[in-house]
Nanobody
């Protein structure tokens, strides 16, 4: 069983920045970030291959958010800039052992507990 632990959420004003981190208990997993706002379904944010060579973003965050990972392949980060109130959500880290980096929620094998991000206007 793989454990994923997120950190870095918090309250920030619109236009500000936050950096989320996710630590995995296993190496070489493709990893992604999803979010779920109040009354909304969980939605894809960004994903990265186990090597870090490829990334994939939702249109709503492209140019504002950057996903990256460490050289040990056990952590993934989400740098969030120019935050908007509509970015307010619980952000979840997800991982997949088969290498998938798409937007399908059900394709990911492992999930973290989530971290709250609140952007005030």
């Amino acid at each position: 069983q793989v454990q994923l632990v997120e950190s870095g959420g918090g309250l920030v004003q619109a236009g500000g920045s936050l950096r989320l981190s996710c630590a995995a208990s296993r190496r070489s997993l493709s990893m992604a970030w999803f979010r779920q706002g109040p009354g909304r379904e969980r939605e894809f944010v960004a994903a990265i291959t186990w090597s870090g060579s490829s990334t994939y973003y939702a249109d709503s965050v492209k140019g504002r958010f950057t996903i990256s990972r460490d050289s040990a392949e056990t952590a993934v980060y989400l740098q969030m800039n120019s935050l908007k109130p509509e970015d307010t959500a619980v952000y979840y880290c997800a991982a997949d052992a088969s290498g998938y980096i798409g937007r399908l929620v059900n394709a990911y094998d492992y999930w973290g507990q989530g971290t709250q991000v609140t952007v005030s206007s």
